[in-house]
């Protein structure tokens, strides 16, 4: 494999005092944290479609992105591609990547052709994993950009629409399990309605049903052991989603009995397009038992669409990695830069200080989460905020042990009642003290 970047060395941790672009301040691969080493907390995969297929599109204009396979075609583009990410995850430490079925082969004139590109490629990436010793952390397919998914895919109003998307997500499951893949995500790019006065959404919902129900089936039949994940998304490109959030997915899936089958890939720009904060998304997953994986990016407030940012806030990190820690971890899932450099940062370098960037703010988002839950500040202010409930009254309502008749007679004997402040500044300001440490 030939050498791309040359004048990069393999990226080494320097500590927070180092003034190196090219170097780690706060991500050490192999320092325990929590008992293990920071790698496993984390589990960075390369998103192979922003970093290697990404053109710096945008909605106002065309693509800015100086790559070496800009004027090649076909086959030989995804090689040199593949060739070249296998190269910055060897150089960055990443150790798994996570890819479209159309990010590593082009898609040819029909699916006969597109499977023979990806069987080819698969090939081809096996070559790399084996070399490099970098591993697949899940796969999907692309079920949104060709125009026949101009109505959806497995909701579309078209059965041939249907059945041309099963049968894209049966070759990129027996890819995925091919390449060792851990997980397999379900994004439902287009699975929406822009209105319902041309839209029977009982018909769509079932068929989304129908659809995942397949899937598990599949998955079963082939013997793959990867977790199955749904990646929750509000809106854009269609006005409303039906996955909108986690809490819509989940009920969801309880409908159509799917909830053994299935947990929650979280994505940062997608919970604040949803009106959510970040780790609300990654709690309501934590606290279902159905929080299994990561795609960490940041959107810009001030922007209506899915920005893709390689993620910088510390605030978000840590909060984050709370979720993870009292998650015990993510594994089979994983942290994925589901991120893009900006349309402005068209060097292959500045695709190295991005993966930096993103790797450090999460490594410090989890020191300083292990500090809080090791300290327990937080967590003792939360149990006397609900001490309530720990004897009296509150714990006969948590045990079921009354009703509105007996609550009614206690409420009958209350005096004034009284309410302790919740100290949100104060909090806050405590959470400032840990991130300034």
Known sequence: MMEFFKNVDKIKFEGKDSMNPMAFKYYDADKIIAGKPMKEHMRFAMSYWHTLTG??????????????????????????????????????????????DLDIAPEGNNLKEKHENLDEMVSYIEGLMSK?????????????????????????????????????????????????????????????YETLLNTNTALELDNLGRFLKMAVDYKEKIGFTGQLLIEPKPKEPTKH?????????????????????FKMNIEANHATLATHTFDHELNMARIEGMLGSIDANQGDALLGWDTDQFPTNIYDAVLAMIEVLRNGGLAPGGLNFDAKVRRGSFEMEDLFYSYIAGMDTFARGLIIADQILTEGVFDNFVKER????????????????????????YAMGLGEIENKSGRQEMLEGLLNQYIYR
């Open 241 to 261: 989603q039906y996955d909108f959030d986690t809490a819509t997915v989940i009920s969801f899936l309880r409908k159509y009995k799917l909830e053994d089958h």
């Open 132 to 192: 490099t010793g970098i591993k697949c952390l899940w796969g999907t397919t692309n079920a949104f950009t060709n125009k026949r998914f101009v109505h959806g895919a497995s909701t579309s109003p078209n059965a041939d629409v249907f059945a041309f998307a099963a049968a894209q997500v049966k070759k990129a499951m027996e890819i995925t399990k091919r390449l060792g893949g851990e997980n397999y995500v379900f994004w439902g790019g287009r699975e929406g």
């Open 386 to 409: 609900y001490a309530s409930y720990e004897d009296g009254i509150g714990a006969k309502i948590v045990n079921g042990e009354v009703g509105f008749e007996e609550l009614e007679a």
């Open 55 to 100: 053109e710096g599109n945008d909605p106002f204009g065309t693509g800015t992105m100086e790559r070496p396979w800009n004027e090649l075609d076909g086959m030989e583009k995804a090689k040199l591609r593949a060739d070249i990410g296998f190269e910055l995850m060897s150089k960055l430490g990443i150790d798994y990547f996570c890819f479209h």
